[in-house]
DNA sequence: CGACGCCTTGATCAACTTCAAATTTTGTGG
DNA sequence: CCACAAAATTTGAAGTTGATCAAGGCGTCG
């Protein structure tokens, strides 16, 4: 027990302040393991909109989020954009064995980055289920987060795209705030064009129904970035509007 | 060598006429694992259009697809539909580790399914980390489709997405039929108005862009259902238009 | 200050939807 | 096999939504 205890203070010192660190795939692993992990493990800060995956390469990096947003976007050959997903702290960013889909990362604001190689993370799945486990989970929850959004980009309105959009960034602003209906306070993760880009929309499309959204009570803006929602349940009914 | 053989042909009646055995999950599972999924396993026959997994249930019984396809719906309180996903066989179907989403599954075609409990799997799951691992990348493999079906919706024009949409039917009927430009002859398996449910369309407009391609040479159809396509790369540019 | 990036607003336009009806296909009973 | 009803698809005309084109405002940074 005493010795057990020991052990488990024996974390690397880069892992010591990680807020991510219980939550994240790291929460799975023992103290042997995230030492292993730990000492191949470098973090790095990317300012917003740095590349950090891009189509097509070859990753042999993955890496954690510990803060900051990550976009996923596709890209097509006359240019048309579309972010397929957007990453918060604690995901885990990289796609083990091999995609054939042409995604790249691009650092939606300043994110900090745990990374590490792909090899030593492979190495980590075959000694322990459970992490595979884990990621098998977080594959899973972005499958759910990706057919959401199906539904978002191809029935709602530009009106109700807006509006799911800000519900989801507040629920993942304060994660442990339930849909409790008071006041919420956040920061757009995103500018105008990469909110189009989100909602197969376009940036005048975008704006102007924030305008309206705003105009109808349902939030207010302060400095183009922070949004205020009153109520949050007022929110939630601008998502999917009865005629 | 002599005895592993005579083990090897014990593969249980039910799956022997099963042209899925090797492809699904089952080809990671040994004889033995085989043998006990096949005797809580039961085959059965669905016709077009029945309900499989209605939104919300809890599903303790998960299938393998064996022939025909299934379509994966979301439904919005005042009836907009969207086709999240279609699957084929050999398709695990199911979603272990519960779903926080609200999906439904319903025969597209007559559908032929080989169904079992939940728990025999997740017994399976536990004994043998390759299912997991199959299991695994076929989550992966459905994230990419997702991702790639989200530009479709976010980004193409309507008749890309038809295109789109027959290609990717093309690709499926024929896996082994690599990007050969030769003709190629398949049967929709969607009706009109599954088709805008699976493009964020409506019937109408579906209609529509069919004739047009049609009448620009894209395509041939014969009693509604069967399409050819002379040149495969000719379909293959029109999921994408330049300006 | 002036230039640049970002956002908003206005006017016009095109794509897609809606509403309505005709046509074709499919299924059923005689 | 035909007749007929029901379902599915196509076609047409008009209406809306969101896109495009074009300016103008605001804030930041050199």
Redesign the interface.
């Known amino acids: 027990m005493e010795k057990k205890d020991i052990h488990n203070s024996e974390v690397p010192v880069i892992c010591r302040s990680c807020e991510a660190r219980h939550r994240g795939i790291c929460g799975v692993l023992d103290p042997d393991q995230l030492m292993k992990l730990g000492k191949q493990t470098t973090k790095q800060v990317r300012r917003a909109d740095e590349e950090l995956i891009s189509a097509g390469s070859d990753v042999r990096t993955y890496s954690n989020i510990m803060s900051g947003v990550v976009k996923?976007t596709?890209l097509?050959?006359?240019g048309?954009?579309?972010i397929?997903?957007l990453q918060f702290a604690p995901d885990f960013m990289g796609?083990p064995?091999h995609?054939?889909?042409e995604?790249s990362a691009e650092a939606a604001t300043e994110v900090r980055l745990c990374s590490f190689p792909a090899s030593t993370l492979e190495s980590l799945i075959a000694e322990s289920?459970e992490l595979?486990?884990k990621?098998?989970?977080q594959?899973?929850k972005?499958?759910?987060e990706?057919?959401?959004?199906?539904?978002t980009?191809?029935?709602?309105t530009a009106s109700e795209k807006i509006a799911s959009f800000f519900y989801m960034i507040a629920n993942h602003v304060d994660p442990e705030l339930e849909v409790g209906n008071g006041p919420v306070k956040f920061d757009i993760p995103l500018k105008r064009a990469d909110i189009a880009?989100f909602?197969?929309l376009t940036i005048e499309t975008v704006s102007r129904q924030i305008t309206k959204l705003r105009k109808a009570g349902v939030f207010e803006i302060e400095n183009n970035r922070t949004v205020i929602v009153p109520k949050m349940s007022k929110l939630k009914n601008a998502c999917?509007v009865?005629?």
């Open positions: 996923l596709k097509m050959a006359d048309r954009q579309q397929v997903a796609r064995f995609s054939q889909s995604i289920p595979e486990r990621l098998h989970e594959n899973l972005e499958l759910d990706a057919r959401d959004w199906m539904l980009l191809g029935r709602k880009d909602l197969g999917e009865e005629h």
